[in-house]
């Protein structure tokens, strides 16, 4: 299991690193329902990796390995397919990113964010936690990853557990400041704010490049071993 767990703990901290979701999650720490909305997107954002994850396991689960215990052919292809598309995201946002270090445009959504429900911030937090295409490819990569171990389901759900709340230390960690500081909070926050939206792109097109590779990596490893 420890094998499987750290094979997915790159994909994690790509998770993990998401500045949009963390910018959203501060800006809802400023709202008026900060302290339900916070947690609710927590939640929201563990619910929609763990629908990904019992996906890919459950599908990926009882032919992930080989009979000799090696990575099953199949699986090193789909690394192979996820680490193009992150490396053709890598490109996307550096070509996109915003000249002068200004601010990048944050989504029309984020202006509704003082006006929205908790029932509404978990179901959107689940969305861009499991369906936005950057999380999305890593958490099918990690699934993939944990799958090709040939461990019993139970501890692949474990490992992918693990995966799942690493992953959400980059949006949880607003929330847990506001908590534990309260209103001296805000000056950091919206520092980090600022620094997230300010340098979006750079940080996604480093990471997707980074992950892209070493799935790619992985692969060919796997295919010529």
């Known amino acids: 299991m420890g094998q499987a767990i750290g094979s997915s703990l790159p994909l994690a901290v790509g998770v993990a690193l998401s500045p949009v979701p963390i910018i959203a999650v501060v800006l809802m720490l400023t709202s008026r329902r900060a302290r339900s909305n916070g947690p609710a997107f927590v ?7 763990a629908v990904v994850g019992a996906i890919v396991l459950s599908v990926a689960g009882p032919a992930g390995a080989s009979k000799s ?9 789909v690394k192979i397919v996820l680490g193009a598309a992150l490396l053709l995201v890598a490109v996307q946002q550096f070509r996109g990113r915003p000249k002068d270090s200004d601010e990048a445009a944050l989504p029309k959504w984020m202006a ?32 993939a990853s944990i799958a090709q171990t040939g461990i019993s389901g139970g501890e692949q759900a474990i490992a992918y557990a693990v995966f799942a709340l690493i992953g959400t230390i980059g949006v ?13 909070s805000a000056k950091m926050l919206a520092a980090l704010k600022d620094w997230m939206g300010r340098h979006n792109a750079v940080i996604m097109s480093v990471l997707c490049l980074i992950i892209g590779v070493k799935l790619i ?4 490893g796997g295919l010529t071993g």
């Open 172 to 184: 949880g960690t607003p929330v847990v400041i506001y908590f534990a500081m309260g209103e001296r």
């Open 217 to 220: 990596g992985d692969a060919i």
């Open 69 to 77: 215990g090696s990575p099953a052919t199949w699986v090193s292809w």
């Open 112 to 143: 509704s964010i003082d006006s929205m429900k908790p029932l509404t911030v978990l179901g959107l937090a689940a969305l861009l936690g499991g369906v936005n295409p950057k999380n999305l490819l890593l958490a099918v990569s990690a699934g």
């Open 43 to 49: 939640i929201g954002w563990l619910i929609g990796l």
